[in-house]
């Protein structure tokens, strides 16, 4: 839909897909356009198509973290991912690690239920454009998480990185930093080195972009 952000829940809770059914239909530029108690049941009853991949059933799906199908939470994010669809995870509890395994596993943004329609809205846009979700949870999460896949970055190394993924040059970060470009290149060098040691390789921009979203480095 030209200008519609297309939207599928995934929760084994009817009353709560009946009310976001009613709370949805009247927001503009947004449309539910499917909703399932599994993610098996939102990709075609869990079949693949016989002619490739499954189609997005929506560009943002919101899933709930822990359905009673027994199914793990980070595959369910992986098979949502692998058709082209963003996932915004819900949940009833701010559970740091499980939070943190979420985005991990992919996942753009993390809300309890809690939250009101405003911030939902919001969300699912923020999702919707690439950007992910910050949310006060979230933020929590990735600011105490001691894991060893969350590598230590130095004040210094954090500006660099979030300068340079944001999309400055090195030279420019560098120069923001009052530093030279080499020892920029050196700070960026052991962002790279302490990503990859945590097993979560980072080789190009688009990649430290993506780690700085993962692990909310630019949130609050």
């Known amino acids: 839909m030209a200008g519609v952000t297309t939207v599928a829940v995934v929760d084994d809770d009817r009353m709560l897909l009946d009310g976001m059914r009613a709370w949805l239909a009247p927001v503009p530029g947004l449309a539910l356009v499917a909703t399932a108690a599994t993610v098996g049941d939102l990709l075609h009853g869990g079949e693949e198509s016989p002619d490739g991949p499954v189609p ?5 799906v919101l899933l709930d973290l822990l359905l009673r199908d027994g199914s793990a939470p980070a595959e369910n994010i992986r098979r949502l991912l692998a058709t082209g669809s ?7 509890v701010p559970d740091r690690a499980r939070i943190i395994d979420a985005v991990r596993a992919g996942a753009d943004g993390y809300l309890t239920k809690d939250n009101d329609l405003p911030t939902l809205v919001a969300a699912i846009g923020d999702v919707a454009a690439g950007r992910g979700a910050h949310s006060p949870e979230l ?5 105490h998480d001691t894991g060893p896949a969350r590598p230590r970055l130095s004040p210094r190394e954090r500006q660099i990185l979030l300068d340079y993924a944001s999309g400055m040059t090195l030279k420019s970060a560098a120069r923001r930093a009052g530093i030279t470009v080499h020892t920029a290149k050196d700070y960026l060098d052991r962002v790279k080195a302490k ?26």
């Open 139 to 143: 933020a929590f999460a990735c600011a």
């Open 195 to 220: 990503y990859r040691e945590a097993g979560r390789p980072a080789y190009t921009k688009i990649d430290l972009a993506r780690r700085v979203s993962e692990d909310s480095l630019d949130g609050p």
């Open 86 to 92: 963003r996932v915004l995870v819900i949940s009833t």
């Open 56 to 60: 997005a059933p929506a560009d943002v």
